[in-house]
Each structure stands twice: as structure tokens, then as C-alpha cells.
């Protein structure tokens, strides 16, 4: 064994050969036990989600404010325990895996918070690199890599606090790949950036999808949806539909997702 | 030159700035995180309920700061089951253990004669009592809570910035919260007799919000805080030597003038136009 080479770092879980990137089997969760004023019976956030992504897809999951998007997004990163039900990764359970990026909101990120650019890539690395343990310097390599194939290795040495909306959202891209994520969960990525920055953004998700990295990402954005996605979730607590673009947002599923909500202009 | 040096002829002079420097490192460093992460009422909360431990080692001849450590430790995990397993919200739970403790530790203090003089150590410190033995103590102490900031600092790094992260790349977040927690109970026990309970969150969150106004980037920000520790510490000795006040008021009355001075500093440049990286006040 040669010393300074890492030997035993913690790379995560393996992945079985073969199995989907992600399969739901009869999931519910977010219990709330609590009888509220109103309501007749304790309800779950989500309920019976039976369904499978495969490598390399791309899934938008759409769905009302309330609808369990986020409820979905951590159960599958394994940060919440379904109550029911079984979710598989790669043909494990989600919480030994190290290769699941959840990119959150980017209102819910403090962005004065004293880190630079490179410092928040390089925080994707510490799965790899272990307790203890400090980046070594093929960590750096792979940031500067990571944000080189984002367009942002000018931003590397910036405050946090100093990025518009479209470099955030480039950044913790970055931190994905520097985490070398094969599943990509983004939770409205897309809000409040101009339509070029919608536009580079997806330039990136169409790069990583040649590495076969998969993507879910919640949107509000039903064209941006229909547009750029192999798939589409309408999501309202349960899977109301989980086809191609144009079947999926038919009238009758899209009434049933969103109830008299949508306005058609 | 002789107005630093004279006062260093006095043994216990040259102990109390030994002890204000050590505590202004190892406070002003794990201040960072306590501001960082808006713990701020957990820590003087924290520096409260340890009174009861450190009463009970002063009435049996034990050294406090193993009163305080039990205490501590013991507040840290039972803050964390509470938050953990009951409705109440933190805030309040963190109240209600922080004023009952509090509450017992007077109330066994008043058992004894003098009652007022030892009250007065506890609130507010006895930087001019430290004996050498608690200046090697602090030291130990305070060289383990740096060391362990050191060895986790990414992770902690991670937990403070993006708790979700830390969970999705599978670290162990209740551990390091518990370690956190730890970390403050020992910090306090460090800088109990430099400033005492009631005065406790000064030192370990004023240095680090000054700090948060000069620099970007944390481990930076870590150096300035500590750098402000210290010269509080040094200077508020100082200060007690010539003015003749209490010693730790006197470090906690240094650091609020830098933070003060730090404040005014930053506006005057923000109306001037020039770019300030870490505005956090605007963002409160």
C-alpha cells in the first residue's frame, strides 16, 4: 500500500447492476396523524407512488404549491423515511448513497454565509474524501473541473454572496458533478432567471445526461416542462400522471392535478 | 513602554492576561459557528444552566470547572432530547431549562455566608482570582475544543452551510451537533471565571459578528474573530489595571467598542459606495 493514497474512502454504497436509477414501490409519507380543523381524516403528503426512472432520464415534476414536491425530493435523497412502502436506488435503499445532489431553492440558501465559490464545490467532495481528511489535490482538480464544464472557473475565487441568479444555480450544479451525483434532484431551479440563463442551465442538464446522470427537477414552468423533458410527473399527493410530455399535460390529467387552480390564459 | 510593562510585575496580573488570551482565541473561534448558525440564545442559555454544577464544585472543594463540565454536558444533551422529542419550540424548551438551572444554582449559592461576593465571581468572573492550576486547565481544555474544530472542520463547515447536504452525502449530523454542543459547554467552562455567566454570550458572539463584518471567508473570518478575542481580552485587563473596574466587564466593554467602531466603519464605506463582500446586517 502506498502511503498518502486513498484507501478506504467511503465512496458510498454499491450500485446494483441492471436495477432502474430510481423505483417507488407503493409509498406513502409525510403521516400527519393530527386531526386539523376541517379536515375529516389525518392525510399523507404522498400517497401509493408506485413508479420507475431509468438512467439518464429526464424527469420535470409538476404539481400545485402543496402538491408533495418536496416531501418526494427528500424522500429519494433519504433525508425523510417513507411511513409505507419501499424506495430503492440503483437497488438499494437511498440512505447509503452518496451519489444523490439535491440542488435546494436557492432562496433557502443564506447567501452572506462566508464561503467562496470554489469553497461550496468543494463541499460536494467530502462524501469522497472521508472524516478527518482534508481535499487533496485532485479534490481542487475536480472543482476546477467541475466548474470549468459549468462556465463559471472565473467565479471560483468569489464570495457567494456576489453571483447573479443564473451563476447560483451553475454553482451548485458544479457542486453536484464535484460530487460526482448520478441523480440529480433540483428543486425549482429555474424560478425568477431570464430565459437565456433557463436556457444555459438546460445546456448543462443536456451535458451531464451524455454521462447518464439523471435529472428530476420541479418546475411551475408546464412549456419549459413539455419542451426539454423525456418525461413529466404531474404530482398532486399522488402520481396523477407520469408519461411523455403530450400525454401527460392532456386536459383531463392536468384538471385532476391542479383542480379548477389553472388558468389557461 | 512602561505602561504595558508595569503591571506584568504583578504575578496574577500576567495569569489573568494569559487566561483573557486564551479564552479570547477559544471563544472568538467557536463564536463563528454560534453566529453562524444563530445559536446565540442556546449559548447564553448554555452559559446559565452550568451554574448549578459549578456551585456544587465550589461548595465541595472541587475544581469548578469539572462541576461545569458535567453540568454542561449534561445541559447540551438534554437540550438537544428536548428539541428532539417534544412539541414545544426550541426557543422555549432552551428557556424554560435555562431559567429553572439558573434558578438552582443561585438558590444553593445562597446557602452560604458570603453569598453575595461568591454570586458576583460567577456572574461577572474572577480574571484577577486565576491560580495557575486553572490557567493550565483553561488551556488543556480550550487546546482540545480548537483541536476538534480543526479535525471536523468540514464537516461542520457543511452542517452550517447546508444541513441537507450533510444529510444527502450520509454524515453523521447528530453526532456533530451533539459534538457542537459539547464544544460550547467546555468553551464555557473555559471562559467561566474570565467573564462569568451573565456575560458570556459577549464574548463568544460579539468577536465573530465583528469578524463577519470584515471578511468573506470563513477560516479568515475564525482569525479575525480570534485576533478581536484576543486584544479584548489583553486591553479589558489592562483597562481594569488603570480605571480600577471589574476585569471581565471591562474585556466584554473592549469588544462591543471594536464591534461598535467595525459597525460605524462599514456603513460610512457602504455610503461611500464602496463594495462590501459580506453585508450580513442587511440581510437581518
Known amino acids: ?265 | 513602554m512602561s505602561f504595558l510593562l508595569d503591571p506584568l510585575q504583578y504575578d496574577f496580573i500576567v495569569r489573568a492576561l494569559l487566561a483573557a488570551a486564551v479564552v479570547g482565541v477559544v471563544c472568538s473561534v467557536l463564536g463563528v459557528y454560534i453566529v453562524l448558525r444563530g445559536m446565540a440564545f442556546l449559548g447564553d442559555a448554555m452559559a446559565h444552566t452550568i451554574l448549578p454544577g459549578v456551585v456544587v464544585a465550589f461548595l465541595l472543594g472541587w475544581p469548578l470547572a469539572v462541576g461545569a463540565l458535567v453540568m454542561g454536558v449534561l445541559t447540551a444533551l438534554g437540550i438537544g432530547a428536548l428539541t428532539e422529542r417534544t412539541s414545544l419550540k426550541e426557543d422555549t424548551a432552551i428557556g424554560v431549562i435555562f431559567a429553572g438551572f439558573f434558578a438552582l444554582g443561585v438558590a444553593m449559592l445562597s446557602l452560604r455566608g458570603n453569598y453575595s461576593i461568591d454570586l458576583a465571581h460567577f456572574l461577572f468572573g474572577n480574571l484577577l482570582g486565576v491560580s495557575t492550576s486553572d490557567l493550565i486547565l483553561m488551556a488543556a481544555l480550550g487546546f482540545v475544543v480548537l483541536a476538534l474544530i480543526f479535525l471536523f472542520y468540514k464537516e461542520f463547515l457543511v452542517l452550517s452551510f447546508d444541513p441537507l447536504l450533510a444529510a444527502t452525502l450520509r454524515l453523521p449530523a447528530r453526532f456533530l451537533n451533539y459534538l457542537l454542543l459539547m464544544l460550547i459547554a467546555v468553551t464555557i467552562v473555559v471562559a467561566l471565571q474570565v467573564v462569568g455567566v451573565a456575560l458570556m454570550l459577549a464574548i463568544l458572539v460579539t468577536p465573530a459578528a465583528t469578524a463577519s463584518f470584515l471578511t468573506g471567508r470563513l477560516p479568515s473570518m475564525m482569525a479575525v474573530s480570534a485576533a478581536i478575542g484576543v486584544f479584548s481580552g489583553v486591553a479589558g485587563v489592562y483597562a481594569s489595571y488603570y480605571l480600577n473596574i471589574a476585569s471581565g466587564p471591562a474585556v466584554v466593554l473592549v469588544a462591543t467598542a471594536i464591534f461598535l467602531l467595525v459597525l460605524g466603519l462599514s456603513v460610512v464605506r457602504r455610503r461611500a459606495g464602496v463594495a462590501t463582500v459580506p453585508a450580513r446586517l442587511e440581510a437581518q
Not at chain 1, 458533478?177 to 437565456?196: H, K
Not at chain 1, 402520481?239 to 386536459?251: D, G, K, N, Y
Request: aromatic content about 4%; glycine content about 12%.
Open chain 1, 1 to 265: 500500500m502506498t502511503q498518502g493514497k486513498r484507501i478506504a474512502a467511503p465512496h458510498g454504497i454499491a450500485h446494483e447492476p441492471g436495477a432502474p436509477t430510481l423505483e417507488m414501490d407503493d409509498v406513502w409519507a409525510g403521516y400527519n396523524g393530527r386531526l386539523t380543523a376541517g379536515s375529516a381524516a389525518p392525510r399523507h403528503a404522498l400517497e401509493a407512488l408506485t413508479f420507475r426512472v431509468e438512467r439518464g432520464e429526464r424527469v420535470a415534476i409538476v404539481g400545485p404549491n402543496g402538491a408533495g414536491k418536496s416531501t418526494l425530493f427528500k424522500i429519494i435523497a433519504g433525508t425523510l423515511r417513507p411511513d409505507r412502502g419501499r424506495v430503492t436506488i440503483f437497488g438499494h435503499g437511498p440512505d447509503g448513497h452518496i451519489c444523490i445532489a439535491y440542488v435546494p431553492q436557492r432562496n433557502l440558501v443564506d447567501w452572506n454565509f462566508p464561503v467562496t465559490v470554489e469553497d461550496v464545490v468543494m463541499m460536494g467532495r467530502i462524501g469522497q474524501i472521508g472524516l478527518l481528511r482534508r481535499p487533496g489535490k485532485s479534490d481542487w482538480a475536480t472543482v476546477r473541473a467541475a466548474l470549468g464544464r459549468v462556465g463559471a472557473a472565473g467565479l471560483a475565487h468569489k464570495h457567494i454572496g456576489e453571483l447573479s441568479g443564473g451563476q447560483q444555480q451553475r454553482v451548485f450544479l458544479a457542486r453536484a458533478l464535484a460530487q460526482e451525483a448520478e441523480l440529480l434532484l433540483l428543486d425549482e431551479p429555474l424560478n425568477g432567471l431570464d430565459i437565456p440563463t433557463q436556457d444555459a442551465i438546460m445546456g448543462i442538464l443536456d451535458d451531464l445526461r451524455r454521462d447518464g446522470v439523471t435529472v428530476l427537477l420541479a418546475t411551475h414552468d408546464l412549456d419549459m416542462a413539455a419542451e426539454r423533458f423525456d418525461r413529466i410527473m404531474l404530482l398532486n399527493r399522488r402520481v396523477v400522471a407520469f408519461e411523455s410530455p403530450a400525454t401527460a399535460l392532456r386536459a383531463e390529467n392536468l384538471l385532476h392535478a391542479y383542480g379548477g387552480h389553472l388558468h389557461h390564459p
